[in-house]
């Protein structure tokens, strides 16, 4: 029990980004696959939706190993979520919190904020943007990066791919843009 | 049956994820606020920690565990990586997620990104479609 105790606590940063890491390896050597997340959406299209694209016209169940990678995710979410967790708020820098609270955002009881992550925002503008528009931009970003954090800025990092540098100093720039500039603005121009 | 022990790979990196919170909308907005050091510890770290594997892996010829060669295809430069890095940024700082998180943030019992998840597809959908009229 103390050891569920210990685990139970919000992990250091040092031992999550080994564990993050190790990944890499833990992947090549199970069966020489490249640690990356975003082709997973890929898959999905090619098997659901590949509406004679040329780009979905692959043999994706040669990488089903990474759609039963992603619903492991899935599953990982879900047990941490409900038997790994302190019960305790998440401890959010406080020039943060100042600026959330300007967004409506006060509840920390959890990873993601309820005012915004809820079901009944679906069809207000927070829905459109936050759910909608920023997984599309997800989706088709990561996509035409060829890769996400983990493909560019963690595997390909690790094997010191310099147009993986180029992705992950893009994917910053454009995160500093939304978070200080596009989504500040949002709330001012909807609120 | 093979693919088995991929699941069970992707159970303790959900885990992971979880634990660390990088799943975490707050963790993202700290990040790109710079207002805390985590996220950047937690991926600095995992760089560092993916740097010695390899370089492990290469320098002992380590092969996998049905005993065939590991090769890392490496990584093609195209505008791409800029355009659609800047575009994934914005959708990541307001989703507070990139995909692999998008699933995590799903089983932790946040249902509405599942919402996110299929736009999320579907805008990779549409990047297949105008794949050959894109820079």
Redesign the interface.
């Given at each position: 029990m103390q050891l569920l105790k210990f685990?139970q606590q919000?992990?250091h940063?040092?031992v999550?980004?080994?564990?993050?890491?190790?990944?890499?390896?833990?992947?090549?050597?199970?069966?020489?696959?490249?640690f990356g997340?975003?082709s997973?959406?890929?898959h999905?299209?090619a098997a659901c939706?590949p509406?004679d694209?040329s780009?979905?016209k692959y043999d994706w169940k040669k990488e089903?190993?990474?759609l039963?990678?992603?619903?492991?995710?899935?599953?990982?979410?879900?047990?941490?979520?409900?038997y790994?967790q302190d019960g305790q708020d998440?401890q959010?820098?406080a020039?943060?919190q100042q600026?959330?609270a300007a967004y409506g955002v006060h509840d920390?009881s959890?990873?993601?904020?309820p005012e915004?992550?809820?079901?009944s925002?679906?069809f207000t503008w927070k829905?459109l943007?936050?759910?909608?528009?920023?997984?599309?931009?997800?989706?088709?970003?990561?996509?035409?990066?060829?890769?996400?954090?983990?493909g560019?800025?963690?595997?390909?990092?690790?094997?010191?791919?310099?147009?993986?540098l180029?992705?992950?100093?893009?994917?910053?720039?454009?995160?500093?843009?939304?978070?200080?500039i596009?989504?500040p603005h949002l709330f001012k121009w909807f609120e | 049956m093979k693919n088995i022990k991929y699941l069970v790979a992707g159970v303790f990196f959900g885990i992971v994820l979880v634990k660390a919170q990088v799943i975490s909308w707050f963790r993202i907005q700290e990040m790109f606020q710079l207002t805390s050091f985590h996220m950047y510890g937690v991926i600095g770290t995992a760089v560092v920690t993916g740097i010695i594997s390899l370089q492990l892996i290469k320098r002992f010829n380590i092969k996998t565990i049905a005993g065939d060669p590991i090769a890392v295809v490496p990584k093609t430069f195209n505008k791409g990586q800029i355009i659609g890095g800047l575009i994934f940024g914005i959708g990541w700082a307001i989703t507070g997620a990139c995909p692999g998180p998008l699933f995590a943030q799903i089983g932790t019992g946040f249902t509405v990104v599942a919402i996110t998840l299929l736009s999320a597809i579907a805008g990779t959908w549409v990047f297949g479609a105008l794949k050959s009229r894109l820079p």
């Open positions: 685990i919000p992990w940063w040092s999550s980004g080994l564990l993050i890491g190790l990944t890499v390896p833990l992947l090549l050597i199970l069966g020489n696959k490249a997340i975003s997973s959406l890929r999905i299209c939706f509406a694209i780009f979905f089903s190993w990474n039963f990678f992603v619903a492991g995710i899935a599953l990982g979410g879900f047990l941490a979520g409900h790994l998440i959010v820098a020039a943060t600026r959330l920390y959890a990873l993601l904020p915004i992550f809820s079901w925002n679906l829905g943007i936050f759910f909608i528009g920023g997984g599309f931009l997800v989706g088709f970003g990561t996509r035409y990066a060829g890769g996400c954090t983990s560019h800025s963690i595997m390909g990092l690790s094997n010191l791919q310099w147009p993986s180029v992705a992950t100093m893009c994917f910053m720039a454009g995160g500093f843009f939304s978070a200080n596009l989504i | -």
